[in-house]
């Protein structure tokens, strides 16, 4: 660990003795009071202190771990010093009592140095330039000076060494001039607080990149909670009477302080520090304007109605609530325009093509340039996630692959509708927010998808099943042409042949009657065998009687359920090609041990299940025999759904439409 590291661990290690050392003193002294004031700073410095040893610890060349242990341990240190005052002061003979009541008089200085000098070098642990070097000498030589000013002050010692007397006298004449130096220095220490304070504006200004600009960010957030302090102490004197819940706002800047510096030097991109600014100036406004407005109709009421009159607090309440309904919208609008450009940007880009596309000058696809413009990211993209994908695609159609970047869903419903993906700008809370304005926007986007595709699909269908349709005929010609054309041609030229040598005795007759029989029985064969594959027979009798002569042909076990439901013609045809082509595929190239068929119907709707314990691996492959029956299926207003795993056999399942 670095040497700045270890000084961390060092004063976070003598802070713990101190505070003991504070106990003991407690426990000592008896003096509630103090043992309060005591009990008080160990709560406000410690978080600090363990803070600054994480950073210290995880950041041991940086000085920040170290003033922040110091922010703390200075807290403590004061307050133990306020427990032991009592014990000294009942002991003025001791040496050093004396010196410590004098000493005692200015050491609150102290107390500013450490976040001061935490303000001049974060977040870096360097000065922002040579300038600054007189503002950490100043101070660091300011309040030692001060401290000895006043311990050289003549005036009796505040409480509890008021009956002490001084360790040294200062001669008449050097009076007036150190008092007139300790003064002065007052307003110099000031003055170099608001420089520390500037320092951080300074640093922001001249910041070039994003992680710098946000670590900034946060610590000016932890310090804004020093204001929250003012207005809890304006509240407190408004309904309490008195300053008590400024304790609370001391308490959460206390806390604030060294979270904010803690997350902004390990962790500066926890959250939208932008949203988290803008929220708090926001409601900080509100919160003033609530106080405002409720002391101003409190006193104008109460002239009339009393100063302690509910009919003067009623008054006040409505008048308050009537004022700041149409001012909180107003001022967050204000306030993102100047602390969160970003958001405002990205949601006014969101409405502003909403209103143009109401008004047909635009169309939704331009969404994405819409956003990269305004979060100035043009890696930005936006995608669609269609009904049953587990894939993006852009407004085009094609596959969308985000990568490692960050994706915002895009939800309506409770379902996935599209996402915004992080190009190289903008937090992961305002692609959230800025994805859930554009919702309506990505529902249409992907409606106007779907319909493309269905109706390119719808297409491509109708022209594979024309293709199908002219494949059929010429397989029908071509089967008719050499098949039972030819016999039936030989038939004819048979019997003519007959006739010409019937009186003659040339021919032997009833041979060639034989053969033109069974010539004859061959062609109806054919043509039967050609007309089933038109239309099964079997089909006459029911689906489940085609489909049990279906699966005593097939060459491996079948187990067949099928509903007892009479179905409609064109349905029962395309439940028997399913189950057909889908056995046939198994058979073909699973090789499978045993087949299932189950046929079942549910209302207006019919589903085929043929499944198998094959391989799997199956696909929808154009030309394929189940690309046919896809289209052949779709065109009956159905879906086929085809899931086939590797190693977990295939499954073909349709879903027809049966309105009987």
């Known amino acids: 660990m670095a040497i700045r590291g270890l000084f961390a661990v060092a004063a976070a290690v003598l802070t713990g003795v101190l505070a003991a050392a504070g106990v003991v003193l407690a426990v000592l002294g008896g003096d509630g009071g103090a043992t309060t004031a005591f009990a008080v700073g160990v709560a406000f410095g410690l978080p600090s202190v363990v803070l600054g040893v994480v950073v210290a610890v995880r950041r041991p060349d940086s000085v920040v771990g170290l003033l922040l242990v110091l922010v703390g341990a200075t807290a403590v240190w004061l307050t133990v010093g306020e427990l032991g005052g009592p014990l000294l002061a009942r002991r003025p003979g001791l040496p050093f009592a004396r010196w410590y009541a004098a000493l005692s008089q200015g050491d609150w200085m102290f107390l500013y140095v450490p976040a001061a000098l935490l303000m001049l070098v974060f977040p870096d642990g360097r000065l ?158 509100v919160t003033t304007a609530l106080l405002g407005f409720y002391t101003a109709a409190s006193f104008v009421a109460g002239l009339g109605a009393g100063r302690s009159s509910p009919v003067a607090a009623a008054a006040a309440t409505a008048v308050c609530a009537a004022a700041l309904s149409p001012l909180r919208t107003r001022l967050q609008r204000w306030t993102d325009g100047r602390f969160y450009p970003a958001r405002q940007a990205a949601l006014t880009a969101v409405q502003v093509l909403r209103g143009r596309m109401h008004a047909g000058q635009a169309r939704p696809e331009q969404l994405e340039q819409a956003l990269r413009e305004a979060l100035r990211d043009p890696l930005l993209r936006v995608g669609y996630r269609l009904p049953g994908t587990s894939g993006l695609v852009d407004a085009a159609g094609a596959a969308l692959d985000p990568g490692q970047a960050y994706v915002a869903p895009v939800r309506l419903g409770g379902h996935d509708i599209g996402a915004i993906v992080r190009g190289a700008a903008g937090s992961r809370e305002l692609l959230r927010e800025v994805a859930s304005a554009c919702v309506l926007l990505v529902e249409v986007v992907r409606l106007r998808i779907e319909v493309s595709r269905a109706l390119a699909e719808a297409e491509a269908g109708r022209g594979r099943l024309l293709h199908a349709g002219y494949e059929e005929r010429r397989r029908l010609e071509r089967d008719l042409h050499d098949g039972a054309q030819q016999r039936l041609v030989s038939l004819g030229m048979a019997i003519r042949l007959a006739q010409r040598h019937l009186d003659d005795g040339t021919v032997d007759v009833d041979d060639l009657l034989d053969r033109s029989v069974a010539e004859l029985a061959s062609a109806v064969a054919e043509l039967r065998q050609i007309a089933h594959g038109l239309r099964p027979s079997s089909l006459d009798d029911g689906l489940g009687h085609a489909l049990a002569m279906l699966a005593g042909q097939a060459p491996v076990p079948v187990e067949l359920e099928v509903c007892a439901d009479e179905l409609p013609d064109d349905v029962a045809l395309t439940a028997y090609y399913v189950a057909s082509e889908a056995m046939t595929n198994a058979v073909k190239h699973a090789g499978p041990a045993v087949i299932g068929v189950r046929v079942s119907r549910a209302g ?37 759904r085809l899931s086939s795993p590797a190693g977990g056999g295939t499954l073909v399942e349709a879903v027809l439409p049966c309105a009987w």
């Open 604 to 640: 207006d709707r019919v589903t085929v299940r043929v499944d198998d314990d094959g391989p799997g691996g199956a696909a929808l492959r154009p030309g394929a025999g189940l690309a046919g029956l896809a289209d052949r299926v779709e065109a009956a207003g159905g879906t086929l």
């Open 128 to 285: 922002p330039g040579r300038r600054r070097r007189w503002a950490a000498a100043g101070l660091l030589a300011v309040p030692p000076l001060f401290m000895l000013l006043a311990a050289l002050d003549p005036a009796p010692f505040r409480p509890p060494f008021e009956a002490m007397p001084h360790p040294v006298r200062v001669p008449e004449p050097w009076l007036p001039v150190l008092s007139a130096v300790a003064f002065a220095l007052l307003p110099v220490f000031l003055g170099l607080l608001i420089a520390s304070a500037a320092a951080v504006v300074v640093r922001y200004r001249r910041a070039a990149d994003d992680v710098r600009r946000a670590q900034l960010k946060w610590f000016a957030l932890g310090a804004s909670f020093l204001p929250l302090t003012l207005l809890l102490c304006w509240t407190g004197y408004l309904f309490l009477g008195g300053p008590e819940l400024a304790v609370v706002g001391l308490a959460a800047t206390a806390l604030a302080i060294p979270v904010a510096t803690t997350i902004a030097v390990l962790r500066h991109d926890l959250y939208d520090i932008d949203r988290a600014i803008s929220t708090a100036v926001t409601y900080g406004l």
